[in-house]
């Protein structure tokens, strides 16, 4: 199976901040990689899919980059609906995988 | 409008079986791939189980393999998650996800808002 690392786990950010959270993965997945943000009691919605591609809505200052097995998410100018949990998916090979996660939290 | 609406979830005692259902509308379900992922309380994101469009092709994660299976009746499209020798470790909520094409390598578009399966010992 294909393990993604998220760093760090947990982050404490201020409005306005630029945030980089790096997805790494156990072996190559080309650019087949996603990333996701979930709010406390709702479902994980897509921020960004073929590692950098942004999906249609989401705001411009997300912004993913990245492929082999080190991607990153990056948030410029960060807001406070950014405050969130955010997640990594790989898309290569089955089972497919998610990172551990990264909470951005207020400072 | 695309949406996908799951049910089924509730109370179950160990070792029981439960089956979760996954209304969908706004697109050519038979067209895409869908998914189970499913989320332990306080806890990531886990992927369950795929099945592409024609539901003749199933995938599943370590965990579930030999007791969960995945079905589709692209006639009502809706989609299914039969679980079996349910154990405390199955409590989570399940989400059903469509994903963006048919296929390899897409990601989860769109997602519904889970529903919660409590697995009592």
């Known amino acids: 199976d294909i393990q993604l690392t998220q760093s760090p786990s947990f982050l404490s950010a201020s409005v306005g901040d630029r945030v980089i959270i790096t997805c790494r993965a156990s072996q190559d997945i080309y650019s087949f990689l996603a990333w996701y943000q979930q709010k406390p009691g709702k479902a994980p919605k897509v921020l960004i899919y073929?590692?950098?591609t942004l999906q249609s809505g989401v705001p411009s200052r997300f912004s993913g980059g990245g492929s082999g097995t080190e991607f990153t998410l990056t948030i410029s100018n960060l807001q406070p609906e950014d405050f969130a949990t955010y997640y990594c998916q790989q898309l290569k090979i089955y089972p497919l995988t998610f990172g551990g996660g990264t909470k951005v939290e207020i400072k | 409008e695309v949406q996908v609406l799951e049910s089924g979830g509730g109370l179950v005692e160990w070792g029981g079986s439960l089956r979760l259902s996954c209304a969908a509308s706004?697109?050519?379900?038979?067209?895409?791939?869908m998914n189970w992922v499913r989320q332990a309380p306080g806890k990531g994101l886990e992927w369950v189980s795929d099945?592409?469009?024609?539901?003749?092709?199933?995938y599943y994660a370590d965990s579930v393999k030999g007791r969960f299976t995945i079905s589709r009746d692209n006639s009502k499209s809706t989609l299914f998650l039969q679980m079996n020798s349910l154990r405390a470790e199955d409590t989570a909520v399940y989400y059903c996800?469509?994903?963006?094409?048919?296929?390899?390598?897409?990601?989860?578009?769109?997602w519904g808002r889970g529903t919660l399966v409590t697995v009592s010992s």
């Open positions: 099945i592409n469009g024609r539901g003749d092709e199933t």
């Open positions: 996800a469509k994903r963006r094409k048919d296929g390899y390598n897409s990601d989860l578009e769109y």
């Open positions: 073929a590692a950098s």
């Open positions: 706004g697109f050519t379900f038979s067209s895409y791939a």
